[in-house]
């Protein structure tokens, strides 16, 4: 069954802790992406991978790390340095030849 | 920098009424367009998408939106809603480059009253 896994679905965490959530995709595809869903701002893109071991900032990076060791993994850490981490994240993924990206489940963050 | 807006932030509608969401885009070159909807509890799936050719495109369960370059717009429509398109909808725009990063509106609320 092919797609993309995020887990776990809700997460919580007290502030001041990092916390890392977990995307995986077997589509095989190149491309990943994680943005940030906020009420009333639609989706906000953090970072991207084009390619295993590389991987770009997005509009708001900041208090936020990514690795890309693996084509199938692109998992996000939330930082403490993250001011607002409270949020639902999105991770995406997208052949390297199509414009289209396909979304996962979603990780809902609460930071207490 | 590129932006979308989506100008109803959250529209109320009885079954069997038409709906149309507006959507323009900032960019002045060539784009791509994508409206995604995210039912309640569910992923965040494509509804319909353009990247060339006829301006009038048609997504899944009877939603179209039509691509009009002078305006920079993209309107999501459907004749007749039903219930089960009470959902929050989101246009999308790729931008430049091979990466092709997707700059989201900040969506809409759809509800539909049965």
């Known amino acids: 069954d092919g797609g993309i896994t995020q887990s776990p679905k809700y997460l919580f965490r007290k502030e001041g802790q990092n916390v890392t959530l977990s995307c995986e995709q077997n589509?095989?595809?190149?491309?990943m992406y994680w943005y940030r869903q906020d009420p009333g701002q639609g989706l906000r893109l953090i970072y991207y991978?084009?390619?295993?071991?590389?991987?770009q900032k997005g509009d708001i990076a900041e208090g936020y790390s990514v690795s890309r060791e693996k084509k199938e993994s692109f998992p996000l850490t939330v930082t403490s340095a993250q001011k607002n981490p409270t949020a639902f994240y999105l991770c995406?993924?997208?052949?390297?030849?199509?414009?289209?990206?396909?979304f996962g489940p979603g990780t809902r963050l609460t930071v207490l | 920098a590129q932006s979308v807006s989506q100008h109803n932030h959250h529209v109320i509608l009885s079954e069997a009424a038409s709906l149309e969401l507006g959507c323009n885009y900032s960019?002045?070159?060539?784009?791509?367009l994508f409206w995604y909807v995210q039912y309640p509890g569910q992923h965040l799936q494509l509804l319909l998408k353009?990247?060339?050719?006829?301006?009038l495109v048609k997504g899944i369960k009877g939603f179209e939106a039509e691509f009009i370059k002078s305006k920079f717009s993209f309107n999501l429509r459907k004749p007749s809603v039903q219930w089960s398109d009470t959902a929050e909808y989101f246009c999308?725009?790729?931008?430049?480059?091979?990466?092709?990063?997707?700059?989201f509106g900040s969506g809409t609320q759809l509800t539909v009253l049965p």
């Open positions: 995406a993924s997208r052949h390297r030849d199509r414009d289209t990206q396909y």
């Open positions: 589509l095989n595809h190149d491309a």
């Open positions: 991978s084009q390619i295993v071991n590389d991987f």
């Open positions: 960019y002045g070159g060539t784009v791509n």
């Open positions: 353009y990247f060339s050719g006829d301006p």
């Open positions: 999308a725009v790729t931008r430049s480059g091979s990466a092709r990063q997707l700059t």
